[in-house]
Nanobody, 124 residues
Framework: QVQLVESGGGLVQAGGSLRVSCTAS????????MGWFRQAPGKERDFVAG????????YYQDSVKGRFTISRDNAKNTVYLLMNTLRPDDTAVYYC?????????????????WGQGTQVTVSS
């Protein structure tokens, strides 16, 4: 069983930056593919960014490329999402997800554990 706890969400003005974090329980964090998803009100949950087991490969949704950076610290069982140049349409609940069975995925079906989410609100 893997438990994921997100933190770091909040309110930020457009153009600003925010970093959200996700800490995982367990001793095999370094074996998990990790991802971030987001869900805006009335919309589906969408993939944002993913990172491989040891962090050598990162991949992003097109709308966040060049603005967001995913990283991980396996010694701290933590994955981060640094969000720069935030826009109002980045407003959403951001979810951390872990996959124990795929090396890369941009869909919800590729992940088997989820956090509770953290709200990110970008004001205009």
């Amino acid at each position: 069983q893997v438990q994921l706890v997100e933190s770091g969400g909040g309110l930020v003005q457009a153009g600003g930056s925010l970093r959200v974090s996700c800490t995982a329980s367990g001793r095999t964090f370094s074996r998990y593919t990790m991802g971030w998803f987001r869900q805006a009100p009335g919309k589906e949950r969408d993939f944002v960014a993913g990172i491989s087991w040891i962090g050598t490969r990162q991949y992003y949704q097109d709308s966040v490329k060049g603005r967001f950076t995913i990283s991980r610290d396996n010694a701290k069982n933590t994955v981060y999402l640094l969000m720069n140049t935030l826009r109002p349409d980045d407003t959403a609940v951001y979810y951390c997800a872990a996959s124990t069975f795929v090396s890369q995925s941009m869909t919800q079906h590729g992940y088997d554990y989820w956090g509770q989410g953290t709200q990110v609100t970008v004001s205009s």
